[in-house]
């Protein structure tokens, strides 16, 4: 059984950091992209960045330029984000993906984790 979990969500106040861990299990995802979305509530699921199976080539969505960083360990199954200078509108639950290829669609991407909650108080 595929398993994407996340971990390292939290309450953390404006400016401050936080990283967050994605454990695949079930199968390898070395050859995959690994994706990581957010959903604010009311709101639908939105990209925020990508890694490609060799870490070669990666994506950000915008407003996370330059503040979060996403990076993986094949060897370990994990792939991680580093989200520094926190922002109130970065509170959302943040899914881990996992997909065939590098984009920012999430129908791409055909195994999701739970999501761990961050929320950034101001």
């Known amino acids: 059984q595929v398993q994407l979990v996340e971990s390292g969500g939290g309450l953390v106040q404006a400016g401050g950091s936080l990283r967050l861990s994605c454990a695949a299990s079930?199968?390898?995802?070395?050859?995959?992209?690994m994706g990581w979305f957010r959903q604010a509530p009311g709101k639908g699921r939105a990209f925020v960045s990508a890694?490609?199976?060799?870490?070669?080539?990666?994506l950000y969505e915008d407003s996370v330029k330059g503040r979060f960083t996403i990076f993986r360990d094949n060897a370990k199954n994990m792939v991680y984000l580093q989200m520094n200078s926190l922002k109130p509108e970065d509170t959302a639950v943040y899914h881990c993906?996992?997909?065939?290829?590098?984009?920012?669609?999430?129908?791409?991407?055909?195994?999701w984790g739970q999501g761990t909650q961050v929320t950034v108080s101001s």
């Open positions: 993906a996992a997909g065939g290829g590098l984009t920012q669609n999430p129908g791409r991407y055909y195994y």
């Open positions: 079930g199968r390898t995802f070395s050859n995959n992209a």
């Open positions: 890694i490609w199976w060799n870490s070669g080539s990666t």
